[in-house]
């Protein structure tokens, strides 16, 4: 398997999680994310010069990450992937069997990757100009006071009980992008002490932004 990925990209990072957790072997493709005025310009193959964007394009039109090549396919956008990963490489489960809970992880997923990381991608943030720090705090607060809300009542250890579902792969890079953003995460106790205990287990921490290859000096753990 190859991965497209940048190192701070929430979408990829969600992928990275399944990959860690089903514990499948893959080759890493940097995709900078800020280069040539924040477009997906240029590939840093690896053992080859960088390449422009005609290159990636070819791999997904639209010139987002995550993607992953697997078993023959190229396929995009996170949750698409991550669900494939669940149906091919079923343990350890990211959905629940149980209907009611499997369509309440769902939920909570699609309330991040949908409602939440959008709004606040750099795409958006690059046409908010200076408001783009006050913006981004407004659409993570408005979607985590729901959030919040909603874990309260599926919550045990993780979003949903006891075991590690798609749902927590979602939420840990949202509250990634939450700190830098420098929202106040006070008035969401239930999110920080998921958050907390996911960071604990070893596939969060290989994942993580700052431990990638193309993750800046600086900035690596």
């Not at 669900?83 to 991040?112: F, G």
């Not at 919550?155 to 840990?172: F, I, N």
Request: charged content about 20%.
């Amino acid at each position: 398997p190859i991965l497209y990925s940048y190192f701070r990209s929430s979408c990829s990072w969600r992928v990275r999680i399944a990959l860690a957790l089903k514990g499948i072997a893959y080759d890493v493709v940097p995709v900078n994310l800020l280069k040539d005025g924040g477009q997906q310009a240029r590939i840093r193959l690896p053992l080859l010069s960088a390449g422009f964007s005609a290159e990636f394009k070819a791999v997904n039109p639209m010139q987002q990450v995550p993607v992953l090549k697997i078993d023959g396919i190229t396929l995009s956008q996170s949750l698409a992937i991550i669900h494939y990963l669940e149906d091919t490489r079923p343990n350890p489960r990211l959905l629940p069997q149980d209907p009611k809970k499997k369509a309440q992880v769902r939920m909570i997923a699609d309330h991040i990757v949908s409602g939440i990381q959008p709004l606040q991608n750099l795409s958006v943030l690059q046409q908010m100009g200076e408001k783009k720090m006050e913006w981004a705090q407004n659409c993570i607060s408005s979607g985590f006071q729901a959030l919040e809300q909603t874990l309260q009542h599926t919550a045990g250890r993780y979003c949903m009980g006891d075991e590690v579902s798609m749902a927590d792969l979602c939420l840990v890079p949202q509250v990634s992008n939450a700190e830098r953003f420098k929202v106040d995460m006070g008035p969401y106790p239930t999110i920080t002490r998921i958050n907390k205990a996911l960071l604990e287990l070893e596939a969060f921490k290989v994942s993580h932004p700052s431990r990638q290859p193309d993750t800046p000096a600086e900035l690596r753990a």
